[in-house]
Nanobody, 124 residues
Framework: QVQLVESGGGLAQAGDSLTLSCAPS????????VAWFRRSPGKDGEFLAQ????????YYRGSVKSRFTIYRDNRKSTVFLHMNDLKAAGTGVYYC?????????????????WGQGTQVTVTS
């Protein structure tokens, strides 16, 4: 079964940009739709963005739509989340998740595989 590994997190200042990566281990995930979720301190996890296995129809949480871009490079079998104009409220652990055909992009229980997460800390 595919497993996911996130990378690219770290410390950033408000207003900075950061790109997270999600890559599989065990097998490719070119046939998976992939989403990003965030868990911030004291808050429930929240959906951020999803992309289909073809790399089409990106779907975003409204509050990040103008600042985040999800895209994938299936030649490298990697999905990226590029984040512009980071906010302090964006501090948290970012997870990527995958599923063959998730019914409902924003629901965590629609995804079969998850990474361990990568920490993003944004200072104001």
């Amino acid at each position: 079964q595919v497993q996911l590994v996130e990378s690219g997190g770290g410390l950033a200042q408000a207003g900075d940009s950061l790109t997270l990566s999600c890559a599989p281990s065990g097998r490719t995930f070119d046939d998976y739709a992939v989403a990003w979720f965030r868990r911030s301190p004291g808050k429930d996890g929240e959906f951020l963005a999803q992309i289909t296995w073809l790399g089409t129809k990106p779907y975003y949480r409204g509050s990040v739509k103008s600042r985040f871009t999800i895209y994938r490079d299936n030649r490298k079998s990697t999905v990226f989340l590029h984040m512009n104009d980071l906010k302090a409220a964006g501090t948290g652990v970012y997870y990527c998740a995958g599923a063959i055909a998730p019914d409902g992009a924003g629901y965590p229980n629609r995804y079969d595989v998850w990474g361990q997460g990568t920490q993003v800390t944004v200072t104001s």
